[in-house]
């Protein structure tokens, strides 16, 4: 089963995006209007932003932690109000997950 998107069909999308947009904004939408129109119309999964979060606050609050990764854990589980396991398998398991090659085949 293949996960990743067809180049042709993520331009589609971009290009359908942008004149929802267009129609919304006019030509002066940001990139916050963007995320924000996103995250309404449910293209943005909330798990998925939550994962996002967590893994890009991993190395932030690991320095802030002196390279404590027990303290580090535990931090991310009580800003995002999930587990420490849980943490760990985000950081751990889904990292690779927001790279290029997991999401776009050419």
Same mark, same amino acid.
């Given at each position: 089963?293949?996960?990743? =998107?067809?180049? %042709?069909?993520?331009? *589609? ?10 129609? +919304?904004?006019? %030509? ?11 995250? *309404?119309?449910?293209?943005? @999964? ?9 893994? #890009? ?6 320095? @802030?932690? *002196? ?9 991310? !589980?009580?800003?995002?109000?999930? #587990? ?10 889904? +990292?690779? !997950?927001?790279?290029?090659? !997991? =999401?776009?085949?050419?």
């Amino acid at each position: 089963m293949i996960k990743q =998107n067809k180049l %042709e069909i993520v331009n *589609e999308f971009i290009d359908k995006l942008y004149s929802d947009l267009k129609a +919304k904004y006019s %030509e002066d939408a940001g990139i916050k209007n963007v995320l924000i129109y996103l995250a *309404e119309r449910g293209l943005i @999964e909330p798990k998925r932003l939550r994962d996002y979060m967590v893994v #890009s606050d991993f190395s932030k609050i690991l320095k @802030e932690n *002196e390279g404590h990764s027990t303290h580090t854990f535990m931090d991310l !589980s009580i800003k995002y109000d999930i #587990s420490d396991r849980t943490a760990r398998n985000i950081v751990y398991g889904k +990292k690779k !997950s927001f790279k290029f090659d !997991s =999401n776009i085949r050419k």
